[in-house]
């Protein structure tokens, strides 16, 4: 993984501030503090290209309705292919609480 370069005190520091949040309002007055407008933006998107990728669309689809260039959708579809299946992962967690909701 990428990421284990960044792996330590500082990085655990965060995912636990993560973890720790229990409402969306809750997400968004941390995320408000702690990245700009720009880097949410960029997070939001690149979750959205994957959820629409792995649903089958087109780069041409999603370049008109997510507004991502398409490299950061082809950045977004190697994660999928090679990646640690994480956009999968969170895709998946959210699609089943979404059926259970409508139960």
Do not use: P
């Amino acid at each position: 993984m990428q990421i284990d370069k960044l792996r330590g005190e500082q990085l655990d520091q965060l995912f636990d501030a993560i973890l720790s949040l229990q409402t969306r309002e809750e997400c968004y007055r941390f995320f408000d503090d702690i990245a700009t407008m720009s880097e949410i933006h960029s997070i939001a998107q690149r979750l959205q290209v994957a959820k629409m990728l792995i649903g089958g669309h087109t780069y041409s689809v999603i370049e008109k309705e997510t507004k991502a260039s398409t490299a950061t959708i082809s950045r977004v579809r190697r994660c999928i292919n090679f990646g640690n299946d994480g956009y999968k992962m969170v895709l998946d967690r959210i699609l089943a609480e979404d059926m259970e909701s409508d139960d």
